[in-house]
């Protein structure tokens, strides 16, 4: 059974940081891009960040670019998202996904909550 559960979301003000977590199992993790989501409120679901399987290459939504940062441990199942700067307007649940390409993502995590108060 393939299971991804997304950890660390949380209360903060503005200007602080979070570290997402999401542990992978029931798939064999490298062979997947791994990619992160949100969704605010009556709004629709938005890609945040992606890295490919091997490490080598990852891709941000331009409103988090040079805040955020994606990484993964293949060995461990693990999936992460580094969170600094955060703004009221970074406030959504957060869900990780395992892909096999960009936004084309097989299997999603249930989701954290985020919320950045001013």
């Known amino acids: 059974q393939v299971q991804l559960v997304e950890?660390?979301?949380g209360s903060v003000q503005?200007?602080?940081?979070?570290?997402?977590?999401?542990?992978?199992s029931g798939l064999k993790f490298g062979?997947?891009?791994?990619?992160w989501f949100r969704q605010a409120p009556e709004k629709e679901r938005e890609f945040v960040a992606g890295i490919?399987?091997?490490?080598?290459?990852?891709?941000?939504?331009?409103?988090?670019?040079?805040?955020?940062?994606?990484?993964r441990d293949n060995a461990k199942n693990m999936m992460y998202l580094q969170m600094n700067s955060l703004k009221p307007e970074d406030t959504a649940v957060?869900?990780?996904?395992?892909?096999?390409?960009?936004?084309?993502?097989?299997?999603?995590?249930?989701?954290?909550?985020?919320?950045?108060?001013?």
Not at 52 to 71: C, E, H, L, M, P
Not at 98 to 117: F, N
Request: proline fraction near 0%; charge should be negative; aromatic fraction near 10%.
């Open 31 to 35: 062979s997947y891009s791994a990619e």
């Open 94 to 118: 957060y869900y990780c996904g395992a892909c096999s390409g960009l936004g084309d993502c097989e299997y999603m995590g249930q989701g954290t909550q985020v919320t950045v108060s001013s």
């Open 52 to 71: 490919n399987w091997s490490d080598s290459g990852t891709t941000y939504a331009g409103s988090v670019k040079g805040r955020f940062t994606i990484s």
């Open 7 to 9: 950890s660390g979301g």
């Open 14 to 24: 503005t200007g602080d940081s979070l570290r997402l977590s999401c542990k992978v």
